[in-house]
Every structure is written in structure tokens, then in C-alpha cells.
């Protein structure tokens, strides 16, 4: 008899939150998101964004209205259906990939990773948190940027902090500062 899988790769589990995860509120705020993302990090038009974990593609839509190029890379079979159908209702261009955020990576390719949404931090070995993040980097451009949002269980004001890494793609050990935002 095998063994049952995590809770996050169960496809059952995430179209039954997508009511509560994905509201008409969540879809009204996703401008500002997309607009406080690009202003934190910098980034212009036409920039390669991937958007790792991206659910239903909130921010991979919005950031495709604003002329980026997007990458858009989840698990959940339900979540892809629905992102490409509301891409083709807009005549929008995303490059939809279903895959596990621990196995993607593309090497050099992209400005910007996105890991937004709290959806970081499932696995249950640190190893695979640590492929993640290695994976992530690799995918970056030498001068490309990586953007992790969490909730914490504090204070929901005190998760509004900006890190700013000293090095870049190039630095493998670098050094932090953080700057309340």
C-alpha cells in the first residue's frame, strides 16, 4: 500500500481552498501587488518575470497587461486550466508550465523570480526548501532579482520588510540588509 502524499500535492486540497484563496477582493488588489512588486524590484516593461507557484495567475496576468514577458509555473492541474483560459480570454502571452516549483529551474533566464501568496515554505525537509531557493537563483540573470513574500503568525505589519541582498545572481554567499518598507 503506498504512502499518502503531502498535503500540498494534492490537487483536492487546492481546488477546495480556491474559493477562499482566490476572492473578487484578491483579484482587485492584484494591480497594487503588481505595482508594489515592480517598483520594490526595479524592474521595466518587457522584463522576463517568472512567477513560481502562481495559483490561478493573478500576478502572471497582470504582470503579461503590463508588457512583461511571464513564465508561469504551478502544480495544480485546475489552477493551469483556469490561468490559460482567462490568458486566452485577454489575448494575453504567458508561457504555462505545470511543474513542481522543486524540480523547475532555467538557467540565466529570468529578471525576476515571484514566490508570492505565502507559498513558500510547504516542504517538510529543509533540503527541499533549499532546492527551491537554489533553483530559483539559478533561473535568475546575473542581475536578476528574487521576491519571497510570507505571512508570519506576528503582527501582519511586521511581515512588511524589505530585504535587500548586497550581492546579486554572481554572489554566492550574500551579505543582507533589511530596511523596514
Known amino acids: 500500500m503506498g504512502q499518502a ?12 481552498v480556491r474559493p477562499v484563496l482566490f476572492t473578487a477582493r484578491r483579484w482587485e488588489e492584484t494591480p497594487r501587488e503588481v505595482e508594489a512588486m515592480v517598483s520594490l524590484l526595479g524592474l521595466s516593461s518587457g522584463a522576463r518575470v517568472l512567477d513560481l507557484c502562481c495559483g490561478v495567475g493573478r500576478h502572471s496576468l497582470e ?8 513564465t508561469w509555473v504551478d502544480r495544480t492541474a485546475t489552477y493551469l486550466h483556469e490561468a490559460r483560459r482567462r490568458a486566452a480570454e485577454e489575448g494575453l502571452q504567458v508561457e504555462f508550465l505545470q511543474e513542481d516549483m522543486r524540480a523547475f529551474v532555467r538557467p540565466g533566464a529570468f529578471d525576476a523570480v515571484i514566490n508570492y501568496f505565502t507559498s513558500f515554505g510547504y516542504f517538510e525537509s529543509d533540503e527541499d526548501e533549499r532546492r527551491v531557493l537554489a533553483n530559483a537563483h539559478r533561473s535568475l540573470r546575473p542581475s536578476g532579482v ?16 524589505r530585504t535587500r541582498l548586497a550581492g546579486r545572481r554572481g554572489n554566492a554567499h550574500p551579505g543582507g540588509q533589511k530596511a523596514c518598507a
Open 5 to 16: 502524499r503531502p498535503w500540498h500535492e494534492e490537487d483536492s486540497f487546492w481546488e477546495t
Open 146 to 161: 528574487l521576491l519571497i513574500e510570507m505571512m508570519g503568525k506576528g503582527d501582519p505589519g511586521s511581515r512588511l520588510q
Open 63 to 70: 504582470f503579461a497587461r503590463r508588457g512583461f514577458q511571464v
